[in-house]
């Protein structure tokens, strides 16, 4: 079948992604708050303007049981295969860490990794 849809029809796979639905609602509200940021903003001030984000990355990797498999003898009961071989284990709560940066017009900021604990708000910035 891939074969077909490449070779003889000339078309490509791609992948779907998600995203966030945005309603006309949502659209025109976000159009109208561009446009009160631009009025209230002059240009010469646009430098000194800062975004910041923050991203919280987990240190486990994800689990995929459709790729994770281990292979034995076809005469090899489950039973017989060692236990560390067939469980994959996990902790509770995965380790993460916290990343901050900021972009402005000037660009962009080094990244910051936010200690482990600490509310990220106006005080701490």
């Not at 990343?99 to 482990?116: R, T």
Request: glycine fraction near 4%; include cysteine; aromatic fraction near 8%.
């Amino acid at each position: 079948m891939g074969r077909i849809i490449h070779d003889d029809l000339q078309l490509k796979c791609l992948k779907k992604c998600r995203a966030q639905e945005l309603t006309t609602c949502n659209t025109e509200s976000r159009l109208v708050r561009c446009k009160q940021l631009l009025r209230k903003f002059p240009e010469h001030s646009v430098s000194s303007i800062w975004f910041t984000d923050e991203k919280v990355f987990t240190v486990a990797p994800p689990i995929n049981t459709q790729i994770d498999r281990i292979y034995v003898s076809a005469t090899t009961m489950k039973c017989d295969v060692d236990a560390e071989r067939l469980l994959r284990t996990r902790q509770t709560f995965s380790r993460s860490v916290m990343v901050s940066v900021a972009v402005s017009k000037l660009g962009c900021s080094d990244m910051f990794f936010v200690e482990p604990g600490v509310k990220a708000k106006g005080a701490y910035y």
